[in-house]
Nanobody, 124 residues
Framework: QVQLVESGGGLVQAGGSLRLSCLAS????????MGWFRQAPGKERECVAA????????YYADSVKGRFTISRDNARNTVYLQMNSLKPEDTAVYYC?????????????????WGQGTQVTVSS
């Protein structure tokens, strides 16, 4: 079992930055690929970034490339999402998720464990 707790969401003006953190329980954190997903009202949950257990493989959605950076610290059982140049369309609930896969998956169906989510609101 893996428990995930996100933090770092909030209200920010367009152009601003936020850093999300996701703390995982358990001693096998490095064996999990981690993903950051978001879901806006009326929209499907989408993967914005994902990272392999070693941190050597990353994925970014086109909508966030060049603005968001995913990273992880396996010694701290934590994955981060640095979000810069935020736009109103980035407003959503952001979730972190864990998948026991070598290559980070994009589909939410592949992820076994989810956090409770943290709200990110970007005002114009």
């Amino acid at each position: 079992q893996v428990q995930l707790v996100e933090s770092g969401g909030g209200l920010v003006q367009a152009g601003g930055s936020l850093r999300l953190s996701c703390l995982a329980s358990g001693r096998t954190f490095s064996s999990y690929s981690m993903g950051w997903f978001r879901q806006a009202p009326g929209k499907e949950r989408e993967c914005v970034a994902a990272i392999s257990g070693s941190g050597t493989i990353t994925y970014y959605a086109d909508s966030v490339k060049g603005r968001f950076t995913i990273s992880r610290d396996n010694a701290r059982n934590t994955v981060y999402l640095q979000m810069n140049s935020l736009k109103p369309e980035d407003t959503a609930v952001y979730y972190c998720a864990a998948a026991p896969r070598t290559k980070p998956p994009i589909s939410p169906l592949i992820y076994d464990y989810w956090g409770q989510g943290t709200q990110v609101t970007v005002s114009s």
